[in-house]
């Protein structure tokens, strides 16, 4: 079998299982930014599912009928009208379109944050900025979602939320050049 020539460079040859072990510092950077990236994109692939189950759930929920007693919620959800700033709008309007805007947003909110990692991968190896602030939101959702939500959203939010705080501990900010 003929032998191929590793035609790879830069990060890409330090990336990959294995890799940085018994290298130089350029492999071992490049497995750190691979990691980093890597936790970051699985952060981000969080806050897509939960969106998309979210917005599945809803999708079923509205379908399916309802028993006596959820009509009866829904009814009365229907029956109260708010006007907020000159709209008038059920409660059950808002609470389902508070509902979709979230899950919309979740899914928006992780591709981005996918497109990210993909297109400008410093900005996630090289800044603990876009790390933290993910950190941060899923560690807020998945506070809330302790108190409020099932079971799902809270698995899926600890999952970001270790993920990016993984990207977040293996991020390297380069050092600012030195005054000469």
């Known amino acids: 079998m003929p ?102 947003a979740l899914i928006f909110g992780g591709v981005v944050c996918l497109l990210v990692a993909r297109s400008a991968p410093a900005l996630v190896t090289r800044s603990r900025s876009l790390s933290g602030l993910g950190l941060a939101a899923s560690l807020v959702i998945l506070g809330l979602s302790l108190f409020l939500l099932p079971a799902p959203p809270i698995v899926l939010f600890a999952v970001a939320s270790v993920a990016f705080g993984g990207a977040l501990a293996t991020a390297r900010p380069v050092p600012p050049p030195a005054e000469r």
């Open 3 to 104: 032998v191929r020539a590793d035609t790879r460079t830069g990060a890409e040859a330090g990336s990959g299982p294995g890799a940085g072990a018994g290298r130089g510092p350029e492999a071992r950077a490049g497995a750190a930014a691979h990691r980093s990236t890597t936790a970051f994109r699985t952060g981000a692939w969080a806050w897509v599912l939960t969106g998309a189950g979210h917005l599945a759930l809803a999708a079923v929920m509205a379908l399916r009928p309802e028993d006596p007693a959820g009509a009866r919620a829904t009814a009365a959800m229907r029956a109260y009208v708010v006007e907020i700033a000159g709209v008038r709008r059920s409660l059950y309007d808002i609470d389902l379109g508070m509902s979709w805007a979230m899950g919309t």
